[in-house]
């Protein structure tokens, strides 16, 4: 039976698979989450997940790779880095 990775660092993925009681590891990819110049939101989420996915590949394996990039007006948000450009984000 194939090993279920879930490429990710996020305690709320790994929280949300571990739901399903299923047996996985945790593997950080390691991936540059920069936007390129012109990429849209849902573009740059999809890559990152794929991108993610691809660099915990190995034979024997699935793998799961998975990201989210909040947008306003088709813009990416981005992290907020702080409480407080995190209630800016919200409010927006």
Partial sequence: MPTLVLASTS????ELLGRL???FECRA?????????G???EALAARLGAA?????AAPGLVVIGADQVPSLDGRALG????????????TA
Avoid: F, I, T
Avoid at 11 to 14: D, F, I, N, P, Q
Avoid at 29 to 37: A, I, L
């Fill in 11 to 14: 305690r709320y993925r790994r």
């Fill in 29 to 37: 990819p390691e991936v540059d989450e920069s936007q390129r110049h």
């Fill in 52 to 56: 993610k996915a691809e660099r915990c």
């Fill in 79 to 90: 992290k907020p880095g702080s409480h407080a450009a995190a209630l800016q984000q919200l």
């Fill in 39 to 41: 990429e849209s939101p």
């Fill in 21 to 23: 009681g299923l047996p």
